[in-house]
């Protein structure tokens, strides 16, 4: 490639600053700004904040205008898991002619869920030519394009169970906080009634699998459980005590009138033994397809982003889908 | 859907014969003629070609012209798996305005095997807007769609090994014909040296792969051993007899400089004991992606044809490949 794609980061959480470093070692990327809106950060160095000496010529702003000065082609957005928090800065970004690409997990399917906002952000990216995709390993990825495409091997396809099992001992902080890793059933239970512990994308998923089998589902659910530490267990930066929480297990079902047919597990916990990700088709032929050991969500997450750089810039204008846009790769 | 997408199913080999009721029990497809130049079919009935009584309204024809007085909108082609040999068919449908799907493995990815003609197909399906798509089992989906479409996991990808290892006892005649299961190990290599035995389509998916990472890979291999039986195997219609040819094994490899970056093992042969097909990735992270028991081709090939026709009816205009446009799914 003769050009290289410019990139602004916008969002420095955990996931943006882990992010920047796989975007600026790619040949055919370049950061060209990044943008996080706490005054905090204002005027700090990329390089310094992400520990990676390629970025040290960025000065992070709190001022999107600033970044877009730099004529990005791309935006990455990292920053909420809610869609209508995020579809103003979507749609201001996409008015520049700037495709985006983000890990808003609401973005990845909002067909269904936020028919309204999916079709105002549709038009507007169609509008200006420019490409809109959520993403990121899940939803976007294994519960969602993987089983999706598996399917194609298939004559038919009667249900789907599509499990991720994931041990949290070796995820970034955030993820097991997010999961309730080491507080009380209690206090688990608590947050869990507030919405405040649950991974975010399992109804996301299963409409995306759903529009692409021809599936008008009638309901679906989106189920959450602590699962309890069986023993006390620890690691770096972190210890779950006997009882406690060590995860959660949320399970979200699809139907056909009364007839379950897809039915997603998402199991995250500290001291899992048996990490996979797993999607099984009952159909003709059975597909059993297992990752074994399971992937790594943030490894994977930032992957995907960055190798959706690329993918952006080609795919059809409008508000993509991991299922409607032609396959990502690693394209380095 | 509210019209049915008009399907014209040329060539009724085992192949075609197999695909036709797939394609006809879809709500979403009609199959509206049926075309072999073999003048011995000419005027049977699809339906008592293909036990099949949906397609019994359909008579066979030896003239194309007259297959496409019925105003198909997608053309499945089953004949041959040479390019040069079926091109000037396609690009005779393709001057009609029908959408081609084909087994040809060689129209998989033609980009670096046969550019010319590529461009020659890509340039009139564009001209006349519509979709060729070169697919099946293999080449199309097992060892280039799905290693690739894996490596959106990655940060870096090191090398591929993929393997395809089928247990051909239940797989239909002319593919246990085709990997020479059966036959004393000189005739074997006789016709190995002749090119009869041979499955088409590694180089096509190493091409395939190698294009969506980013790769010139500097040459490529394709050799072919025998698997001999170790005892006398046998099944409804065939039987092995020790010291025979059970099969083939057949092992591509793809090069940068001096460095092996794709390895595919296609290993064919009656009592294989243990039929996989496995992607792994060596790289950032590892990915081992494993099918269990492996796939069944037959039944996979016929899937992906059909899974492909409404989405060629969507696609981009142009020579596509099953890496450029968007995945396919058993959309009913």
Redesign the interface.
């Known amino acids: 490639m003769s050009r290289k794609i410019r990139v602004t980061q916008i969002g420095l959480g955990p996931l943006g600053r882990m992010i920047s470093p ?1 975007l600026a070692e790619r040949k ?1 990327i370049e950061i060209s700004s990044a943008v996080d809106i706490d005054p905090g950060m204002e005027g700090r160095n990329l390089g310094e904040l992400c520990d990676n000496s390629r970025l040290s010529d960025i000065d992070i702003t709190a001022d999107l205008e600033d970044a877009l000065q730099a004529n990005p082609q791309v935006a990455v957005i990292t920053t909420v898991s809610d869609l209508d928090a995020i579809s103003p800065l979507v749609e201001r970004i996409v008015s520049h002619g700037i495709h985006v690409v983000s890990t808003c997990e609401e973005l990845s399917f909002p067909w269904v869920t936020k028919p309204e906002v999916a079709s105002r952000l549709d038009r507007a990216a169609k509008k200006h030519g420019v490409c809109v995709l959520g993403t990121g ?1 899940n939803p976007g ?1 294994l519960m969602d ?2 089983p ?2 598996a ?7 009667d249900s789907l169970l599509i499990e991720r099992i994931q041990d949290a001992s070796f995820r970034r902080l955030p993820f097991r906080q997010k999961i309730g890793a080491g507080i009380e059933e209690s206090e688990f239970r608590f947050r869990m009634a507030e919405g405040k512990i649950r991974h975010v994308g399992l109804t996301e998923s299963m409409h995306m699998v759903a529009s ?3 599936w008008e589902l009638d309901r679906t659910e989106d189920n959450v459980e602590p699962v309890l530490a069986e023993k006390t267990m620890s690691g770096d930066d972190w210890v779950v005590e006997k009882g406690m929480a060590a995860g959660v297990n949320q399970i979200g079902r699809a139907f056909l009138g009364d007839r379950e047919v897809l039915t997603l597990v998402f199991k995250a916990s500290v001291g899992e033994t048996n990490p996979r990700d797993r999607v099984k088709i009952s ?3 059975e ?7 399971g ?2 969500g943030d ?2 997450t ?3 982003v ?2 959706a750089v690329p993918a952006v810039c080609e795919a ?1 204008p409008g508000l993509r889908t991991m ?10």
Chains 1, 2 share one sequence.
Do not use: H, Q
Not at 151 to 157: A, D, I, P
Not at 323 to 332: G, N, Q, T
């Open positions: 796989y055919s390993v990825f394009f993987l999706t495409a399917t194609t091997l298939c004559r038919e396809v692409r089998l021809g159909g003709i032929p597909v059993d397809l297992t990752l074994a050991g992937v790594n490894i994977a930032c992957a995907i960055t190798n059809n299922v409607d846009m032609p396959p990502l790769s690693c394209l380095r």
